[in-house]
């Protein structure tokens, strides 16, 4: 009776496991017929130097180029042809401009690569995204940017882009393939403009400025390329200043550039306790760099987009 009643049991967990693997086996077919095995556009080129590339606003000949490969599940024969589209982006109102047909890369423009499969460099530059979106040298500067945007067409009639992909592809470290960059227009590096520069100061809570470096009330620091150091600053009364410091709690600071000069680097020691304003007005009037409470010691960045 006890060999009996074992037996049955037996049976029971095996007919349960097959019932558990057929069960299984369902599921994973279900699972795999929602999988789209379709193409990955690929950057070659380190993310780092795709990061980096930038157009000097003024430069129509400017260029950037990034390197990539087809994969599919056929070594990358189902390719058919890559579209590449722009978009211009315009930091103020009014002039961005929908994306337009730049060119397209048929297979044949394609080399086989050391992984064997189809790749290629890609070239643009600012002028060739410029006409194809229809805009002329006087519609972009500095702050303004233009999107690439790539299509990879199957020869099967699929299409794979920025629209269509999850992030595992888009972002993933091994596919590296988001089919969408934006590239920033900058503004080159120009000699300071020579004249009367004007740092316009205030101190939020009313004591003067104590910077990160010092309570003594270390200000903003001018040198210029022939070694001549200007410092401007609100004087603290928690000490006394190694400059000759503005009183007050708001207050302007002349600056003069001397023609001939080259370059003039501008440097903030940093807001201790978050109460420091500042701009900084070009002879011409126009601000050329700001700072809010609770900037950052570092370098200011100066605006070279404007005179």
């Known amino acids: ?25 369902k599921t994973i077919d279900d699972v795999f017929a929602e999988v789209t095995r379709g193409a990955v556009f690929r950057a070659t080129t380190p993310g780092t130097e795709i990061a980096a590339q930038e157009f000097s606003f003024s430069d129509p000949s400017a260029s950037i180029t990034t390197a990539f490969e087809v994969e599919d599940n056929a070594q990358g024969a189902n390719l058919q042809d890559v579209e590449v589209y722009a978009s211009f982006n315009s930091a103020t109102a009014g002039t961005s401009t929908a994306e337009s047909l730049v060119t397209t890369f048929p297979a044949s423009s394609f ?8 790749s290629i460099s890609a070239t643009f ?3 060739e995204l410029a006409a194809a979106t229809g805009l002329s040298a006087s519609d972009y500067t500095g702050g303004d940017s233009f999107t690439i945007r790539y299509v990879l067409n199957l020869t099967d009639g699929r299409s794979f882009s920025s ?12 596919f590296r393939s988001p089919f969408k960059y934006t590239i920033p227009l900058v503004c080159p590096p120009i000699p300071p403009t020579a004249g009367t520069w004007v740092v316009n100061m205030e101190d939020t809570y009313g004591d ?9 009330g270390d200000g903003i620091t001018i040198t210029l390329n022939d070694g001549t150091v200007f410092e401007v600053g609100l004087c603290s009364p928690y000490g006394p200043s190694a400059y000759d410091c503005t009183p007050g709690n708001v207050g302007s600071a002349t600056v003069e550039i001397p023609a001939g000069t080259t370059t003039a680097d501008w440097f903030f020691p940093g807001d201790a306790y978050g109460e420091i304003i500042f701009e900084i007005v070009t002879p ?9 409470p609770g900037t950052a010691a570092g370098p200011i960045a100066i605006d070279f987009c404007v005179d």
Do not use: H
Request: some cysteine.
């Open 111 to 118: 080399t086989t690569n050391a992984d064997g499969l189809p």
């Open 163 to 174: 629209n269509n992909l999850n992030s595992t592809v888009s972002g993933g470290s091994y």
């Open 284 to 292: 011409n009037g126009n601000v050329a760099a700001s700072g809010s």
């Open 1 to 25: 009776m006890k060999r009996y009643i074992k037996n049955i049991m037996i049976l029971s967990l095996v007919t349960t496991g097959f019932l558990a693997c057929e069960s299984s086996n």
């Open 125 to 127: 530059t600012l002028g």
């Open 208 to 216: 003067g400025w104590q910077t990160s470096d010092t309570t003594a």
